[in-house]
């Protein structure tokens, strides 16, 4: 199939559930291929590796979104991630991304190692006393959500019993950075978006009352004691994203990986057997399945990636699943091996926008596998999983299991 033929099958429900041979027939044209007129799709992994870290390639920021979609303001949704770091350039990304970083330091991180052990073996003791006589589990429901979830709510300093709120409303709302949205969803979202800014906009009020030592706390004073250095919309539209993002992708890995490892029985008995190969294990995992698919760029002038010309204002669509499974970079990519050298995946992104929780969603991972191995040794597959219909975020929407 042609390159704009394949993309059109991407957004198709059949390609949102299983993306990779479309992927493959994109290859076929090249790392770098135009696909519509000022519109490029990258499935190589060099040219997708370089191209996000290239500086004149920028993310879809206010004045862009108006020549494409004058409206976009009337969408709480759209609105809301606009403000974030996540649809910002520098300099305004780099000033925002600056205030939140210090909770992401590789300090901090190591710090959370014990918190997330411990809601992890909670979850882990959950599973086994609701599946103890052969009733099949949801892990989805059971530990993928609630596990990363709680660690970005403790960061966030976001109550325990408010947790299980979030799941629609987020899944909601991450249906705007989908390639094609319809009506439904989009209203959906943008109630979601409503509903995520109300809270947060409360609990802005509540640290101000009474601060704590978490992430709120630190953006509300950073707003309320320079607002050039946080607006009143950033602050709110960056709680939102930060809950949201650090719970969706990782839920996404572990769903991800589990089906890998249930699927292939020798690579869960080898990770039961040496817990410290985990890191490869979960890097591997990125790799084979990545929980976020694909990411996009505006040139913001004209250059060329490779033999590839890239016009002014062209659009790319860099596709971090098709890069990791790219046969010039990796031998067999089809293959799940986490005894890979040089494993490399573009699942986090890269250059400046490169995933700010990447390290935390690691450790859990890293944390999590090996605990449910060892803990529920009999765990298995209890039925067909079940995909989301979404592509940029790709995960299961339910994933039963015996846990044996």
């Known amino acids: ?41 990258v499935t190589g992994h060099a040219a ?36 974030s770091m996540l649809r910002s350039n520098p300099p305004d990304h780099t000033r925002m991304r600056r205030l939140a970083a210090g909770t992401f330091t590789p300090r901090r991180i190591a710090g959370m190692r014990g918190v997330v052990a411990a809601l992890a073996g909670e979850l882990v003791r959950g599973m086994a006393d ?44 991450t249906a705007v950075l989908e390639l094609d949205v319809s009506p439904q969803d989009r209203a959906a979202a943008d109630k979601g978006a409503t509903d995520l800014l109300d809270y947060f906009a409360e609990l802005v009020r509540a640290r101000r009352r009474n601060p704590a030592d978490d992430l709120t706390t630190a953006l509300v004073q950073a707003h309320d004691g320079d607002g050039d250095r946080l607006s009143s919309a950033e602050l709110l539209a960056n709680l ?15 769903g991800n990986g589990l089906a890998v490892l249930l699927r292939e029985p020798e690579h869960a008995a080898a990770l039961r057997a040496d817990p410290d190969r985990a890191p490869r294990y979960v890097t591997e995992m990125l790799r084979y399945d990545s929980p976020v698919q694909l990411t996009s760029r505006v040139a913001s002038t004209a ?42 995946p573009l699942s986090f992104g890269g250059g400046p926008h490169y ?40 995960g299961y929407a339910a994933l039963p299991v015996r846990v044996g």
């Open 303 to 344: 250059l060329s990636c490779g033999s590839t010309p890239v016009p002014a204002g062209a659009g790319l669509l860099v596709l971090l699943g098709a890069a990791n499974r790219d046969p010039a970079r990796f031998t067999h990519p089809e293959r799940f091996d986490p005894d890979r050298e040089h494993n490399h």
């Open 130 to 173: 609701r599946g103890r006589d052969g009733t099949p589990v949801d892990f989805m429901a059971e530990f993928a959500y609630p596990l990363p979830v709680g660690v970005i709510c403790a960061l966030l300093g976001v109550p325990a019993a408010d947790r299980p709120w979030f799941r629609q409303r987020a899944a909601d709302l």
């Open 48 to 83: 997708a590796d370089d191209l996000l870290r290239d500086p004149r390639l920028v993310v879809l920021d206010d004045a862009l979104r108006d020549q494409m979609w004058p409206e976009w303001r009337e969408s709480p949704a759209v609105l809301s991630i606009s403000r």
């Open 240 to 254: 939102v994203v930060l809950l949201v993002a650090g719970f969706e992708t990782t839920t996404n890995l572990f």
């Open 1 to 41: 199939m042609d390159p704009a033929e394949a993309v059109g099958q991407l957004i198709s429900p059949e390609g949102r559930v299983d993306p990779y041979p479309i992927y493959a027939a994109l290859r076929e044209h090249g790392p770098v291929v135009t696909a519509g007129e000022d519109f490029l799709v």
């Open 355 to 394: 995933c700010l929780g990447a390290a935390l969603a690691r450790l859990e991972a890293e944390v999590a596998f090996p605990l449910l191995l060892r803990e529920l040794p009999g765990l298995d597959l209890a039925g067909e999983p079940v995909r989301r219909t979404r592509l940029t975020l790709r």
